[in-house]
């Protein structure tokens, strides 16, 4: 598969227990992540967005999928926004970086 790169805006508004809501549309990218996912390449968006948040709570501004991993960033409670990316085949932790 070639090098995905999905953004995928959070509005402020959005509640984090439901991080799949960004994926509601139709364009080729999101219907491709959904395949990757149901195949079991790509782990689900909401497992590594629960994780990010026990890390790092706060409230969920912006996932991206980019080059296979998924880029999650919290705008915390201080005010400091914190982004932490996860290698999406795997949901592993790879870092975790103010932004």
Request: charged fraction near 30%; hydrophobic fraction near 40%; proline fraction near 6%.
């Amino acid at each position: 598969m070639s090098a995905l790169s999905l953004m995928l805006p959070l509005l402020l508004t959005l509640a984090p227990q439901d991080p799949m809501r960004v994926l509601d549309g139709g364009s080729r990218q999101q219907d491709s992540v959904r395949q990757a996912v149901r195949q079991g390449r790509f782990v689900p968006l909401e497992q590594v967005v629960a994780d990010a948040l026990r890390r790092y709570p706060g409230k969920l501004i912006e996932v991206e999928l980019d080059d296979g991993k998924y880029e999650i960033e919290i705008l915390g409670p201080d005010g400091v926004v914190m982004e932490l990316d996860y290698d999406a085949a795997t949901g592993r932790l790879l870092k975790m970086e103010k932004d």
